[in-house]
C-alpha cells in the first residue's frame, strides 16, 4: 500500500536553533502517556505513568478490522478520538490543550518551531516506518507514535528527542519531517501534535480516582460499539476462526499474529495490554484512599495481566520452533531499544535479518495449523473475559 507516488519534499526549513532546558526522563511504558508525563515532569508536577492512565479512565479494549488493513488489530486502551486518552487526563488535571495539523510540511514545520518557542517540548505524532531509532522498516506503518522534541538545529539538520528509551536521541529534521507527514492508514500521522496548556498545580488525586474508576468501568462494560469493551473480547474471540477467510493470504495472517502478539505484550503497552499498568494504578489509588478493596482489585489485575501474557505468548507459540524465535527476536529487540538505544540499532538489525527467513519457515510449518493455534487462545479469551468481568463488577 503506497503512501503517495510523489517523492516526499522536505519544506519549511531555515537557519533556527532552538534548545529548551529540558531533562529526558529514561523510559515510559506507553509513548502517549510516557510523554505526557515527562512535559508534567517539566513543568513541576511528579505523577505516575500508571496514576495518569487511572485517571484518565485508560483501560480499555478494542478489535478493529476495516478496508485497506492487512490483517485486525487488538488494543487495550479506552482512547478514543485523538488526543484521546492523554487529552482527557490533562482536563482532569486542570490544564486543556490544542490539537495542531496541517496537510503542509512547511505549516507543520512552523507550527513545530512555534511550540518550542513558547518553552513547551513539541508533543508530536509520528510514523515508526520512518523514524531510524525504533530499527523499523518503511513498510511497518504505524502514525500514532507520539514523543517530544525538545530541540532543534535546523543548519545542522538535527532534531532532539525524547521517547520511550532510557537515553535521549537525535535524528535529522528533514527526516522528522516525513514521519510526522505520512498518511499511511489506519492511523496516520498527518503533522498532528499538540500544544498542552499545563496546570498551575495538580488537585488532590483522591477528588479524581472514584469518579475516573466509575467512567472506566462503565465503558467496560457498556461501550457504544460491540468491538469495544467486554464485548470488544467476545467478538475477537467469536472472530479468530474467521481470520484464514478474511485475511486469504499465509503472509499476512502470519503478520497479523506478530502484530497481536507485540500490541499485547510489547508495543508500548506496559505488558500485557495495559491491565499491568492499570493493576499498579489500582494499587496506588488504594494506598492513596485506603480503600482495600481497590488493592483486591490491584491483585486480581496482576492475575488478569498473566492471562493476558499467555494470551500473546501463544500466537508465537513454543510448540512451533519458527514462531517461537520471531517471538525472542521481538522480545529482545525492543528490549534492547528502551535501554541502549541507538546503540542497540546493529544488533537489531543483525536479529531483524533473520525474520524473512523464519517468517517463511513459519508459514510452511504453522500457519496451516492456525484453528490449533487459536483453540487454547479462544479458551483463554473466554477466561480473561470472566476475570476483567468480575474484578471490574468489583469496583
Not at 505513568?49 to 485497506?68: D, N, P, R, T
Not at 505549516?107 to 508533543?123: C, D, E, M, N, Y
Not at 510526522?180 to 488525586?205: G, V, Y
Not at 508495543?267 to 480503600?291: D, H, K, V
Amino acid at each position: 500500500m503506497k503512501d503517495s507516488k510523489k517523492e516526499f519534499e522536505p519544506a519549511g526549513i531555515e537557519d533556527d536553533v532552538i534548545m529548551l532546558d529540558f531533562e529526558h526522563t529514561p523510559g515510559g511504558l506507553n509513548c502517549q502517556t510516557s510523554a505526557v508525563r515527562k512535559l508534567l515532569l517539566h513543568y513541576g508536577h511528579e505523577i505516575s505513568e500508571e496514576m495518569f492512565v487511572g485517571i484518565a479512565s485508560g483501560l480499555g479494549f478494542v478489535y478493529w478490522f476495516q478496508k485497506g488493513m492487512f490483517a485486525p488489530i487488538v488494543g487495550g486502551m479506552n482512547s478514543g478520538r485523538f488526543p484521546g486518552l492523554v487529552g482527557r487526563a490533562i482536563q482532569r488535571l486542570g490544564g486543556d490543550f490544542t490539537v495542531l495539523k496541517s496537510s503542509s510540511t512547511k505549516r507543520a514545520h512552523q507550527q513545530l518551531k512555534s511550540v518550542l518557542k513558547t518553552g513547551q517540548p513539541a508533543f508530536v505524532c509520528a510514523d515508526i516506518a520512518y523514524l531510524p531509532h525504533l530499527g523499523t522498516s518503511e513498510d511497518d506503518h504505524f502514525g500514532q507514535h507520539t514523543f517530544l522534541v525538545y530541540g532543534i538545529n535546523e543548519p545542522d539538520d538535527i532534531v532532539y528527542i525524547s521517547d520511550r528509551f532510557d537515553v535521549p536521541l537525535t535524528m535529522p529534521a528533514t527526516q522528522l519531517q516525513r514521519a510526522r507527514a505520512s498518511k499511511f492508514h489506519p492511523f496516520p500521522a498527518r503533522n498532528q501534535m499538540i500544544q498542552f496548556t499545563m496546570p498551575e498545580s495538580l488537585p488532590d488525586l483522591r477528588r479524581l480516582i472514584p469518579k475516573a474508576i466509575e467512567e472506566n468501568v462503565d465503558f467496560m462494560f457498556n461501550a457504544p460499539i460491540k468491538n469495544l469493551g467486554l464485548n470488544g473480547i467476545l467478538k475477537w474471540r467469536e472472530m479468530l476462526p474467521k481470520y484464514p477467510k478474511m485475511i486469504n493470504n499465509p503472509n499476512w495472517l502470519l503478520i497479523g499474529m506478530i502484530h497481536h502478539y507485540i500490541y499485547i505484550e510489547t508495543g508500548g503497552s506496559g505488558g500485557a495490554i495495559f491491565r499491568r499498568i492499570y493493576s499498579t494504578f489500582l494499587r496506588e489509588a488504594g494506598e492513596l484512599m485506603e480503600e482495600d478493596h481497590l488493592l483486591d482489585a490491584s491483585s486480581e489485575f496482576e492475575e488478569i495481566s498473566d492471562v493476558w501474557t499467555n494470551i500473546a505468548n501463544s500466537f508465537l507459540s513454543d510448540e512451533y520452533d519458527s514462531l517461537a524465535e520471531i517471538r525472542k527476536i521481538h522480545w529482545t529487540n525492543n528490549s534492547d531499544l528502551e535501554k541502549k538505544g541507538p546503540k542497540a540499532l546493529n544488533k537489531v538489525k543483525k536479529q531483524s535479518d533473520r525474520l524473512p527467513s523464519l517468517m517463511e519457515q513459519a508459514i510452511d510449518e504453522a500457519v496451516p495449523y492456525f484453528s490449533r493455534i487459536i483453540e487454547p487462545i479462544r479458551d483463554l479469551l473466554a477466561q480473561v473475559h470472566d476475570m476483567e468481568t468480575k474484578a471490574l463488577s468489583s469496583l
